[in-house]
């Protein structure tokens, strides 16, 4: 039987195409939703560019029917436009004049009209999806694309091995994936997927063990990348640390993921791997850095200077990363801003920071770029990242899912944790979940503690 669903604006706002998403029942947009987006349709952000792409997706649907009585959508389904003029009445405390109630009126409408058919609100919001349920109203979550961070891929297999196969792989520096690792542990009624680390330990000497990356190409397990001398200085302190490094330095992977809390080396390691591909090996033109422009709790307003000078406190992570991998401790450097060994890269052409505002439209060829803080991105907006990459470019998203500040998304919809979940077992990406924080004891204790 065919159900009926009524989308809230915020769905709109997080997916301008939600309403062709719903297979072929039948999608109701409330007027109220429509006055909404009005008000969004000159905004330059997201939410700005989302909305006039649905509007103009609605004014396309409009010239193949009557929106009020409903149109029929490419998947089958049937959009209507509704306006409630009577009917329903809400409860005295839901005032009539708030569009939340007034959306919520439609979707009571919608239960009347059509009794014997199920009737979904569709919300993003926690409190709306809340009243819905004091009215009796079916609520749900828009969730095309949830992945719970407990669930999510972490990119590396634990598996205990019998020790010839440990020395095995340290002789032929190569493991073949076959019957000897099919009944091993996490490996039970699963394969390895593209390029996914694994920790070989062996059964009876846990502290005889290898590491390695799983080739589907070779379908073998083969060692991971080890600089003698670290990249600009640093070397990994942990397996996480190590894994991250082969799959940054990897010219076959053209896609990584980093997810971690703070202080786990996420940034400092893609940066260090940018660099060294950059200005060491010339492999890619430049490096790009970039980060979305979210502050923590209220923002400060308008920030006086040119566009470099009021990019300078929401890319100051960034510079203090680059900074601190020139040996840079501070004395003879300004307070805020690039050191000097980060405008001598810029100048020389071969760093590039800016914000994700002004990615949209470009292509991006020969380049090693860098998304940080990514949770804070749109699966949408990581889309239109992903694919500004050109020809021989590298992108590296990192962040932590638990510090989010963009209210549409959280830490199970966010565009980071839909990229991975999205291109988990594919030949040209890998992803490392980092969990061992490794900026300082305090960092690690109050990651964990608060």
């Not at 891929?153 to 000897?180: C, M, P, Q, W």
């Not at 699963?190 to 062996?202: F, G, H, P």
């Not at 030949?427 to 924080?437: C, D, N, P, R, V």
Request: proline letters at 5%; a negative charge.
């Amino acid at each position: 039987m065919k159900k009926v669903f009524v989308l809230d604006t915020n769905v709109i706002l997080f997916d301008p195409q939600a309403f062709l998403k719903f297979s072929s029942h039948e999608i109701v947009i409330p007027i109220a939703v429509v006055e909404e987006i009005d008000h969004f349709k000159r905004d330059m952000s997201e939410n700005g560019r989302h909305a006039r792409q649905f509007s103009r997706l609605i004014d396309e649907l409009r010239e193949e029917g009557d929106l009020s009585t409903g149109v029929k959508l490419p998947n089958g389904g049937l959009l209507r436009v509704m306006l409630v003029t009577a009917g329903p009445q809400l409860p005295a405390d839901f005032q009539p004049d708030k569009p939340d109630n007034r959306i919520l009126a439609v979707a009571m409408a919608c239960e009347r009209e059509k009794p014997k058919r199920s009737v979904t609100f569709v919300t993003k919001d926690i409190n709306l999806r809340i009243k819905a349920d004091a009215l009796g109203i079916k609520a749900e979550d828009y969730e095309s694309s949830r992945v719970e961070p407990d669930e999510l891929y972490s990119g590396i297999l634990n598996l205990t091995v019998d020790s010839h196969l440990v020395d095995e792989f340290h002789a032929k520096k190569k493991l073949a994936n076959d019957e000897r690792l099919k009944n091993k542990n996490e490996l039970v009624g699963r394969n390895l997927k593209a390029n996914e680390y694994v920790i070989l330990k062996d059964i009876a000497n846990p502290s005889h063990s290898a590491l390695g990356r799983f080739s589907r190409e070779l379908d073998a397990i083969v060692p991971i990348y080890k600089p003698a001398e670290g990249l600009w200085g640093i070397f990994p302190k942990n397996s996480e640390q190590s894994f991250a490094m082969d799959a940054l330095m990897n010219d076959d992977i053209k896609l990584v993921s980093l997810v971690g809390k703070a202080g786990t080396g996420k940034t400092l390691l893609a940066i260090a791997a940018g660099l060294a591909k950059t200005v060491d090996e010339g492999v890619y033109h430049r490096l790009l850095v970039s980060r979305p422009v979210f502050p923590l709790g209220k923002d400060i307003g308008f920030l006086p200077g040119d566009i470099k000078e009021k990019l300078n406190p929401w890319m100051q992570p960034i510079y203090d990363n680059i900074d601190f991998l020139f040996g840079a401790t501070g004395a003879g450097q300004p307070e805020r801003g690039a050191g000097r060994g980060t405008q001598e890269l810029m100048s020389q052409g071969m760093l590039q920071i800016e914000p994700l505002t002004y990615i949209r439209g470009r292509t991006i060829p020969q380049q090693y770029l860098i998304v940080d803080e990514a949770q804070n991105l749109t699966p949408h907006e990581i889309k239109t990242i992903v694919t500004r990459a050109g020809d021989g470019t590298k992108i590296v998203v990192t962040g932590d899912s638990f510090q989010i500040d963009n209210p549409y998304v959280d830490s199970a919809n966010n565009g980071l944790v839909y990229v991975v979940e999205r291109l988990k077992d594919e030949m040209l990406t890998a992803h490392i979940t980092l969990s061992k924080g490794e900026r300082s004891k305090l960092a690690e204790l109050t990651s964990n503690l608060l």
